[in-house]
């Protein structure tokens, strides 16, 4: 018999096509997350840098800028320009809009938008002087610095304001008065609020993961059970329970005062403390089911070796033990602070009026203030840190979280 050889290009094709089955696939399902998740991301992160705001209601007031070229308070075209963007802009109703983008570069120009425009519609004599009379910041040097700012779309206005910066009236960068610095302290209370809990949550759970390894099987089971059970359960439930436990005539507190830890009832509803204690209840889990799952996979066997070989128990823990269970703390410990970083709930029911993290910004932003562009600079400085964080730590400590177990 002969055997009759298959054309190569026949080959290269059948491999090709079997190589793009699993794609078509899964087609659907990248589908919908480009368009449920990844779209309305990048819409939200967009407006950190793109706000057409001014530049749409004030085309003309923007054209008589570049032909003046000043950088202070501009000649009578300009204030004639405005007069007339700002009476299309009445009559077609977006004048709210515009005074309230403006508000957010100059507090406090709402109103007096809001009076101009209503100048501008009612054919009066729309000039310098009567426009200023109207709205006295027109009058300002930075009023107009803000201006000439916003009539450009791109902006670097909210991610600047996000580090507590801005463009000052000669053009430099500079800090904003300490009066309205708010972000960068929020900022370092969600870091170091992330990094106790995380903390507390390794001190609690690697004891905890050690312990369920070296128990028998059945015992080893009810002890992880009892450990995810909290788990199974909605964290607003969890956080609801804890303004129960942590009521000054609580739980907790009874129990502190049974065990003489403190001769007086805690302050722990509406703290920092409170705060911290349960966001490390509820995140333990998240800490400890990494370590464990690498403690595991560690043959009990080396440790024993070890210390046939002359190792103290603790040199054994410390040169053999300890540095093949350091990827599962690493990834257990970075799941955590990630995690940390975007809580918004806990922080509402439990934390003070000074312990709101950067999410509860986020969210004010967006539900109360309706200011989206800030919260698109906001969340951009969060995500971005946390991107930084994990390439960080898979590139320079050589974690993977994809090949743990």
Known sequence: MTSVAMPAFSVRGRDRSESLRPLALAAPLLLLLVFSFGAPIVALLSRAVYEPTIANALPRTAEALRADGGAGVPAEPVFVALAADLKQAQA??????????????????????????????????????????????LGEQQSWAAIRSGVHPFTSFFLLNAFDLKWTNDGTIGAVPSGQAVFLRVFGRTFLVATIVTLATLALGFPLAYLITRLRPAMAALVLVLVLLPFWTSILVRTAAWTVLLQKYGLLNDLLLWLGLTSDRLELMYSRTGLIIAMTHIQLPFTLLPIYSVMRSVPPSLMRAAQSLGARPFTAFWRVYLPQVIPGVLAGCLLTFILCLGYYITPVLIGGASDQLISNFIANYVNAELNWEMAAAL???????????????????????FKMG
Not at 379 to 401: E, N, W
């Open 92 to 137: 077609a109703g977006a004048v709210f809009e515009l005074a309230k983008n403006l508000n957010t570069r100059l507090p406090g120009a709402r109103s007096q938008v809001l009076r101009a425009a209503r100048l501008a519609s009612q054919n009066q004599a729309a000039s310098k002087e009567a426009m200023i009379k109207a709205a006295p910041l």
């Open 379 to 401: 969340s951009f400085v969060l995500l971005t840190s946390t991107l930084g964080l994990y390439v960080a730590m898979t590139r320079y400590l050589g974690l993977d979280l």
